[in-house]
């Protein structure tokens, strides 16, 4: 066993010292050694409940015949640090999260890991990690919340939040009712109840095969829940015992399932940056053609919010990822999974319930749920949400209104200022202007509530939460602190968009756009110190995952040096 390298052998005494000083036994020592990393935390609903699951590792992995060692991960919540500077730091904690998880592990030497996780950035940096270290590893989510109910209405934090800023503004609701949905809206622990980022990215790694069946979409407050997580903790130690590694089941193949499940669901835009950055750790080449090229292949199968009503626990109810399996069987390759299936039998042993999940004949859309643009705008690509476009916006012209921060530009969306037919382009927000890339979810929202989403578009070098519908183009690459032709972007400007051409074109001759290139400087960088100013020199492009740049000099790894773990 990898544990080995610290409990066995004279000069390992000291070692066994000091486990033993933490209270295991003598018999403890012949068994697995099991790291959890876990992302409990007061502040995330989504991890609010993790406690009570984390009872429910510890007797499966004590059943299973190892031993639990437990550390903390740190956790951003992405709904409580929108909207303001906070967000820069949301992206950026994906890379610690991923530090952090490898650092502990290869400190000393377990056998397994299990990671319980389940908000945005938390979930892909545990799978880089995972990535990264290569021993046997399972991730359970923790599980989405249910829905909110007030005067028989279905509540979800986005629609019923901070769309609702936007409807307060516009007069259609009062201070008193928005004052209902703010208490009734989110009723308990939980990730956010659409497909939204973090539960978009449980069905992925479900897909993947890192989860056990049913996990992503299994309430949080739900016996289900504590059942697939105590049948995790069993089974790793299973995993770390037949030395089952990620590397075996994290595959392009599994990737590519990935994506396929991503546009089947109609999930978030976030999703290229994880998954990209996730094949990143695994020596994996994975482009913006490879997410368009899956995404005219798969058609959208669920109609889940924002893009329609439906929410989690109706995917749960429907038969959840398995059940989605069974109905794309003819669009995904067999690979292995955590729990000793393959994904082809799982789909196989599966059963569908109700009309969430639309055959492949009779889908809610031909084409999966995101699209990739290209342009003289975007060299290197922007996506958008494609199936929360409505069909009169696919095709969009309008005159830009520039604004160099998210602040300016929701200061002036909530003075009314915006106007029908207007582009509203908001820079400087990429991985490195921002920084961080913070997510607009304030000004999409507030869009939407005002009733605009089919009267204005929206496009930025930042991203998008899973929440956010309408023509909303993000990921644009290169940014502008880049040098991206966003930089150059001026009021009055004519900007049009083709989501089924995947064209996002500013409407300026070559000659105009190198001109203006030419007298553009660099904007003096918004943070000079601390993690992000760090985070800043190091940030590659949105297009490349938003991961950090490889140290000079580093050697590539042989495909066989590959195969084998880290620690």
């Known amino acids: 066993m990898r544990s080995d390298k610290i409990k066995r052998g004279v000069e390992r005494a000291p070692h066994r010292s000091l486990l033993y000083a933490t209270g295991l036994s003598k018999s403890q020592m012949a068994k697995p050694f099991i790291a959890v990393a876990t992302s409990t935390t007061d502040i995330i609903p989504g991890h609010a409940g993790m406690r009570r699951l984390e009872r429910f590792i510890e007797r499966g992995i004590c059943a299973g015949g190892g031993v639990p060692f437990f550390f903390g991960v740190p956790g951003i919540c992405d709904g409580i640090a929108m909207g303001h500077p906070g967000m ?124 056990l069946p049913g996990c992503a979409t299994a309430l949080a407050v739900s016996a289900q829940k504590e059942r697939i997580t105590y049948d995790s903790g069993e089974r790793i130690v299973a995993l770390a015992r037949q030395n089952v590694l990620p590397h075996t089941i994290m595959t392009r193949e599994s990737i590519e399932n990935a994506i396929c499940m991503d546009m089947a669901l109609g999930g978030s835009t976030n999703t290229v940056l994880h998954l990209t950055a996730i094949a990143n750790e695994l020596g994996i080449k994975l482009d913006l053609d490879t997410f368009d090229k899956i995404s005219r292949e798969t058609p959208n199968l669920t109609s889940l919010r924002p893009a329609g009503e439906h929410c989690m626990e109706d995917l749960d109810e429907a038969g959840g990822i398995p ?32 009309d969430v999940i639309k055959p492949l004949n009779k889908p809610h859309y031909p084409e999966g749920g995101i699209a990739v643009l290209w342009g003289n705008l975007a060299p290197d690509g922007a996506v958008v949400k494609q199936t929360a476009v409505n069909e009169k916006m696919r095709k969009f012209a309008g005159k830009a209104i520039v ?116 007298k553009w400087e660099p904007p003096k960088p918004k943070v000079t110190k601390g993690y992000l100013a760090r985070y800043m020199t190091m940030v590659t492009s949105a297009s490349e995952g938003a991961v950090f740049k490889k140290a000079e000099g580093a050697s590539k790894k042989t495909s066989k040096e590959k195969e084998k773990t880290l620690f």
């Open 323 to 354: 059940a989605m399996l069974k109905v794309l069987q003819p669009k995904i390759k067999d690979t292995p999974t955590v729990c000793g299936k393959r994904v082809v039998q799982i789909g196989r042993e599966a059963d569908t319930y109700g």
């Open 88 to 211: 820069r730091y949301s992206l950026p904690s994906r890379e610690l999260i991923a530090d952090m998880v490898e650092t502990i592990v290869g400190a000393h030497s377990f056998d397994g890991l299990i990671c319980l996780t389940n908000c945005d950035k938390i979930t892909p940096g545990m799978m880089m990690a995972i990535a990264r270290c290569n021993i046997p590893s399972i991730v359970v989510t923790a599980g989405p919340m249910l829905s909110g109910r007030y005067k028989g209405e279905k509540l979800s934090l986005v629609r019923n939040t901070f769309e609702a800023m936007g409807r307060f503004k516009k007069g259609d609701i009062d201070q008193a009712e928005l004052a209902e949905y703010e208490i009734r809206s989110c009723p308990g622990c939980g990730s956010c109840q659409g497909l939204y980022t973090a539960n978009t990215m449980s069905c992925l790694v479900e897909t993947m095969g890192m989860s």
């Open 403 to 518: 604004f160099d921060s998210e602040e300016k530009a929701m200061k002036s969306i909530m003075a009314g200022d915006i106007k029908k037919g207007s582009v509203i382009v908001i820079r400087y927000e990429g991985p490195k202007g921002g920084p961080g890339m913070r997510e607009m979810l304030s000004p999409t929202a507030s869009i939407v509530g005002m009733g605009l989403e089919n009267e204005v578009a929206l496009i930025t070098d930042g991203r998008f939460s899973g929440g956010t519908k309408g023509p909303c183009i993000g990921h644009i690459s290169p940014e502008a602190a880049e040098g991206g032709t966003l930089a150059i972007v001026r009021n009055g400007d004519t900007i049009t968009i083709d989501i089924d051409k995947r064209k996002l074109e500013l409407q300026l001759t070559k000659e105009e756009i190198s001109k203006r290139m030419a």
